[in-house]
């Protein structure tokens, strides 16, 4: 089993930056797959952002490129996401995801129970 913990939601205006944290804990070993999902009110989860094991290859989706940079640090067991320029349709419960992969398709066996960030225009 792995466990995920997130943290660095908040209420932020627009244009305004967050950092959210996801640290795993458990039965974890080299080599998996991070990823951020976000979910909203009436909306199905959407993948954000995808980083491999090494940090090298990394996944967007087009509505946060330019804006969002995910990061990881494996000594820590912690995977970042570098928000900026939020924007209202940012808000969002977001999640961290472990898996096998790190882009949209891929598998996640393992999911955090979400932070939220809300964007007030």
């Known amino acids: 089993q792995v466990q995920l913990v997130e943290s660095g939601g908040g209420l932020v205006q627009a244009g305004a930056s967050l950092r959210l944290t996801c640290t795993a804990s458990?039965?974890?070993?080299?080599?998996?797959?991070m990823g951020w999902f976000r979910q909203s009110p009436g909306k199905e989860r959407e993948f954000v952002a995808g980083?491999?094991?090494?940090?090298?290859?990394?996944y967007y989706a087009d509505s946060v490129k330019g804006r969002f940079t995910i990061s990881r640090d494996n000594a820590r067991r912690t995977v970042y996401l570098q928000m900026n320029s939020l924007k209202p349709d940012d808000t969002a419960v977001y999640y961290c995801?472990?898996?096998?992969?790190?882009?949209?398709?891929?598998?996640?066996?393992?999911w955090g129970q979400g932070t939220q960030v809300t964007v007030s225009s």
């Open positions: 995801a472990f898996g096998a992969g790190w882009r949209p398709a891929s598998r996640y066996d393992y």
């Open positions: 980083i491999s094991w090494s940090g090298i290859g990394t």
């Open positions: 458990g039965r974890t070993s080299s080599g998996y797959g």
